[in-house]
Every structure is written in C-alpha cells, then in structure tokens.
Nanobody, 127 residues
Framework: EVQLQASGGGLVQAGGSLRLSCAAS????????IGWFRQAPGKEREGVSC????????YYADSVKGRFTISSDNAKNTVYLQMNSLKPDDTAVYYC????????????????????WGKGTLVTVSS
C-alpha cells in the first residue's frame, strides 16, 4: 500500500520555524520526486517545493524562496521541509506528494500530474 505520511504541522508565531516530514512507503522512493503543495482557505492549491529524484535538484515557489529548505534522507525514505521566518500567509494545509521524477506537477501547480498524495498537515502562523 502506497503511503505518504506527512507530519510536523502546528501553530507557530510569525517569524518562527517548523519542520515538516513526509515519510514514504509502498513504492520505490528513489524513483520519484517528492514535494509539497499547500492550500489555504479560499485560495488555490500552490506547489511549494520539490526535490527531484534524478539529480536532487530542488524547486521553490517564489513565495518561499530563501525561507524554506527541502531535503531528502533516502535511507529513511523521508523528505523534510524546513520552514523558517514563517509568515501568516504561510498558513495552509500542506500536502506531500510523489510527483514523477522532475516535480512537474508541483512546479506547474497541476495536482492532476501527481502520482501519489499524502494526507495534509495543518500549519497555522499567528501574527
């Protein structure tokens, strides 16, 4: 059974940090790019960040560049999203996703291109 288990969300004050984890199982981790979408209330889903399985290259949405860092621990089949300098606009449900090998779904924001979805984890940033 394919599973993408997201964790690490919570409530934090503006300027604070959180680290999200996405633990994958049920498929060959090295064959997929893993990344994150987010969706805030009343807003469209946004591709946030992704790490490619082919060369380890990374993608960040402009809204998070310089504040978020994505990394992968292949031994643990886990991808992390370190989120620093959080802003109230970062408040959203964050979903991890297995997205081909090159993060096309996350880069384009097209969730229909994603291979596997995890359940979301809520991040709330208070002002």
């Amino acid at each position: 059974e394919v599973q993408l288990q997201a964790s690490g969300g919570g409530l934090v004050q503006a300027g604070g940090s959180l680290r999200l984890s996405c633990a994958a199982s049920g498929f060959t981790f090295d064959d997929y790019a893993i990344g994150w979408f987010r969706q805030a209330p009343g807003k469209e889903r946004e591709g946030v960040s992704c790490i490619s399985s082919s060369d380890g290259s990374t993608y960040y949405a402009d809204s998070v560049k310089g504040r978020f860092t994505i990394s992968s621990d292949n031994a643990k089949n886990t991808v992390y999203l370190q989120m620093n300098s959080l802003k109230p606009d970062d408040t959203a449900v964050y979903y991890c996703a297995a997205d081909g090998t090159e993060c096309i779904g996350i880069v384009t924001g097209l969730g229909s291109l994603v291979d596997y979805w995890g359940k979301g984890t809520l991040v709330t940033v208070s002002s």
